[in-house]
Every structure is written in C-alpha cells, then in structure tokens.
Nanobody
Framework: VQLQASGGGLVQPGGSLTLSCTSS????????VAWYRQAPGKQRELVAS???????NYADSVKGRFTISRANAKNTVYLQMNSLKPEDTAVYYC???????WGQGTLVTVSS
C-alpha cells in the first residue's frame, strides 16, 4: 500500500486549501482514516478522522474550519481547510488508522 498526499502550498491567512491522499489500493474502503499534522518543533497531532460509517472527529483547533471526506471510487481522502491561520502551518500526513500506512506528508504554510 502506498499513500500519496498532495495539495499543500503557501496560502495567506484566511485562505483555503484542499489536501488529497490517494491510495494505491482500496484500503480506505475498509478502514478508518485520519489526517495528522506536525509543526516545527512540535509533536505530531491528530487533525481529523473519518470512520467507515462516516463519523468524523476533529481537533478543537480546526472544528468548523476543516472537513475530512472520502471518495471511495477514487481511493482518495480529502481535507478541506478553510479560514486558515498561521498556526495551521505544518506538514500534513494522511494515515490509515490501525495500520502502518502513512502518506509522505505535504507542507502547508500559512503566511502573509
């Protein structure tokens, strides 16, 4: 299984980005998935998760601004990020919960 994350970049505060994580298999259909992030000098933290049944969970810091979703037909998981803040700057990783499978990370920089 290979996970390919993309969509990061430089965005101004208040802007939006959508991250994508595409799997080489249909593993997303059978497992819960999550996005994590790691800012410089900080530990990796959970941003959002999505179960097979469609239940979502978000870190308090991103509630109301970020949305996790999945397109099974495309073997892809998304993270829609709105109203971005400088403190959202980090490397974002997708992860298949309960497995060893992580994406390679995509850098999001929020700065004016």
């Amino acid at each position: 299984v290979q996970l390919q994350a993309s969509g990061g970049g430089l965005v101004q505060p208040g802007g939006s980005l959508t991250l994508s994580c595409t799997s080489s298999t249909n593993i997303f259909r059978r497992n819960a998935v999550a996005w994590y992030r790691q800012a410089p000098g900080k530990q990796r933290e959970l941003v959002a998760s999505l179960t097979n049944g469609g239940s979502t969970n978000y870190a308090d810091s991103v509630k109301g601004r970020f949305t996790i979703s999945r397109a099974n037909a495309k073997n892809t998981v998304y993270l829609q990020m709105n109203s971005l803040k400088p403190e959202d700057t980090a490397v974002y990783y997708c992860y298949v919960i309960g497995t060893i499978y992580w994406g390679q990370g995509t850098l999001v920089t929020v700065s004016s």
